[in-house]
């Protein structure tokens, strides 16, 4: 008998050998049909592979990221099994699951492969599908699967061997078609009741420009035909929200060829946005006790080095800034850390002054290649919310679960309610990715671990995601339409203290290192923004909207009393404009609705004989008139109930 600990802390005895398909079957039936893999201590099998020792085992349906994962990764292999038998004689390359569906990339030799081509590929995966084809999994050595590629003619998956060690290798098949593989998947094809094919791409085998290029086609499966269609309707709608179209349409954003891929223009509404932001949390840090910084846009090389982002990055930053003077060079600042370290470093500290918090909008550069560009969420110049507290070992907990508090302070306000902390802890099998001692790695993973727990967060824990120079805590949101952004970040750093020789003194007089923690609840704020746009589809909260009334006179007679009522809410810091123009009211409002304003002011001769003005709601129609105050009030209400709650 063998012990199978369970995710509740249960402990089951099993005779040696169960699957976890069996477990769960002991559990209930219902679970057991619905189990597509499981997580066996740490790594995701197969709900059908024999577990012959002691094991902690999670059994992953279609409700966990891993089971989807499986159940994509098994997908596929559907889909290449359907190609091998519309096109005789494609070769594979690789096929692995994506955040939403997966893709194979495959070589269709002289064959040309489009979107008219994605009807007969999808139907011929359903009809595979109901063979309910078990995917068997079968250990081969290098020799046999070097023997059976070679006799197939596949050089993708030869030079896919080539890199494997022997005894090591597995194969998967299902129906008549083998692969090589790692697993895990699913059960069987039968789970698969509903299949897409979204896109299709061209991509160099192995990213190498000088290798053939191969064609990459893109899926999305579900197990109900529901799933799917709505899967397809949150992406129309998603077309709609798109942060670039929006950007344009509200004139908040723009992008200059000349100017440089990548590099954002804020036009004035964005502008205000933004600012608004910065303001919300400028506000929210001086009440933290945070203390304003400004660095330069540059810093020596030789501050990137004694950091070591130099040695992390270098060779993918934009390249050095040479002056006059020989061997001197600058670089575009990547990072806000090194310098606020050596802002840290410009007097003596004693351990009664710590914590230390340094903030600051710091504007970063980092060369990202042209094609990963992509709007605001990925851009070579961004600024971030940067802080960086200095504080002593045993004030690291409590720091970090005030910066808890605040980022949890921005999600609360934005309107982003569903969201996961990510515990990014570094990968155990290979350290040389990463600074510092063990020790101290060990020291910041627990603190972090510690006060999630205490702060009662939803977590999961990732191996391998940490920064290079400490763990972190990485907040993972999710927007309208259910897509998952990582939005704010928490780190802990024993290491840059320890690189840039930072040091306070202690109440025994001696000298101590203090801890850094790194924080960002925005993190980059041209992401933020564009994820905020795609979230509210562009109805931002009243707070932040760069446009918050419309006043709408009726006719040229009203337009002194428009310019009262404006005068009286600029007044109040409220922001807003008059249309003047010579439109009928009812297009004034139509467009007033297109620019998403959330209040429409209508003036005439009754608002101006009763001081009043006929209040419109943005998607909620006519509130009736009120006295120019009482909407004043009303609209300060709604702000404060907004940003206190």
């Avoid at 061997?327 to 050596?342: D, Y």
């Avoid at 004030?395 to 309610?417: R, T």
Wanted: some cysteine; overall charge negative.
């Amino acid at each position: 008998m063998i012990n199978i600990t369970l995710p509740d802390g249960s402990v089951r005895q099993y005779p040696k050998g169960v699957t976890s398909f069996e477990i769960a079957s002991s559990i209930s039936e219902g679970l057991a049909r619905n189990v597509l893999a499981a997580k066996v201590n740490d790594t995701v099998w197969d709900s059908t592979r024999p577990i012959t020792e002691d094991a902690t085992v999670q059994l992953l349906t279609w409700n966990d990221d891993l089971g989807k994962n499986a159940f994509w990764h098994s997908s596929a292999h559907l889909l290449a099994e359907a190609l091998e038998e519309l096109y005789p004689g494609v070769k594979f390359g690789i096929g692995p699951p994506v955040e939403n569906g997966f893709y194979y990339d495959v070589d269709l030799g002289e064959r040309t492969f489009s979107q008219d081509d994605f009807a007969k590929v999808e139907q011929k995966m359903l009809e595979l599908a109901r063979n309910k084809s078990e995917f068997k999994r079968r250990e081969v050595s290098k020799e046999e699967a070097t023997k059976y590629f070679t006799e197939k003619g596949d050089e993708y998956k030869l030079d896919l061997i080539k890199d494997l060690e022997d005894g090591s290798i597995t194969f998967y098949e299902q129906g008549n078609f083998v692969d090589l593989c790692r697993g895990p998947h699913i059960p069987n094809t039968g789970f698969i009741k509903a299949a897409k094919l979204m896109n299709v791409a061209g991509a160099y085998w192995r990213g190498d420009e000088s290798k053939k290029q191969l064609t990459r086609i893109y899926g999305v499966t579900f197990p109900k035909q529901k799933e799917l269609t709505e899967y397809l309707e949150r992406l129309e709608e998603a077309k709609k929200r798109d942060h670039r179209k929006l950007g344009k349409e509200l004139e908040l954003f723009a992008f200059s060829e000349k100017v440089g891929m990548g590099l954002p223009l804020w036009l004035p509404k964005g502008t205000l946005l933004r600012e608004r932001l910065e303001q919300f949390m400028r506000k929210a840090q001086v009440k933290a006790g945070y203390q304003p910084v400004v660095t330069p846009h540059i810093g020596s090389k030789e501050l990137y080095v004694t950091s070591g982002h130099y040695e992390k990055y270098g060779a993918d930053s934009f390249q050095p800034i040479r002056t006059p003077n020989e061997g001197e060079e600058f670089f575009l600042k990547p990072m806000n850390c090194p310098h606020h370290c050596e802002i840290y470093k410009t007097r003596p500290r004693s351990y009664k002054e710590l914590p230390v918090r340094l903030a600051e909008f710091g504007t970063v550069y980092r060369y990202e290649q042209s094609g990963e560009l992509h709007g605001l969420t990925r851009v070579r110049g961004f600024t971030q919310d940067d802080a960086h507290i200095f504080c002593r070992p045993d004030q690291v907990k409590e720091e970090f679960m005030k910066v808890i508090d605040l980022v949890l302070y921005v999600f609360n306000a934005l309107g982003f309610e569903d969201y996961t902390a990510q515990i990014s802890l570094r990968d155990p099998e290979n350290k040389a990715k990463y600074i510092g001692a063990d020790e101290l790695w060990e020291k910041a993973e627990n603190s972090i671990i510690e006060a999630a727990a205490e702060k009662g967060l939803r977590t999961v824990t990732e191996l391998g995601e940490a920064a290079f120079y400490g763990p972190k805590l990485d907040f993972m949101v999710r927007d309208a339409l259910g897509r998952k952004w990582q939005l704010g970040t928490i780190q802990v750093d024993y290491n840059l203290p320890e690189r840039f020789q930072l040091e306070y003194i202690g109440a025994d007089n001696a000298k101590h290192r203090p801890v850094m923690i790194h924080r960002a609840p925005f993190g980059s704020l041209e992401r933020f923004v564009a994820v905020l746009i795609e979230h509210c589809g562009g109805n931002f909260p009243l707070w932040l909207s760069p446009e918050q009334f419309a006043i709408l006179p009726i006719s040229e007679k009203y337009q002194d009393f428009a310019q009262q009522v404006y005068d009286r809410l600029a007044e109040m810091d409220i922001r807003g404009f008059v249309d003047n123009r010579d439109e009928k009211i009812g297009r004034k409002i139509r467009d007033a609705e297109v620019r998403k304003v959330p209040y429409m002011l209508i003036v005439g001769e009754k608002e101006q004989e009763e001081n009043a003005v006929s209040v419109r709601r943005h998607g909620e129609g006519d509130l009736g008139s009120m006295p120019v105050d009482e909407f004043i009030s009303l609209f300060q209400s709604k702000i404060a109930e907004m940003l206190n709650n």
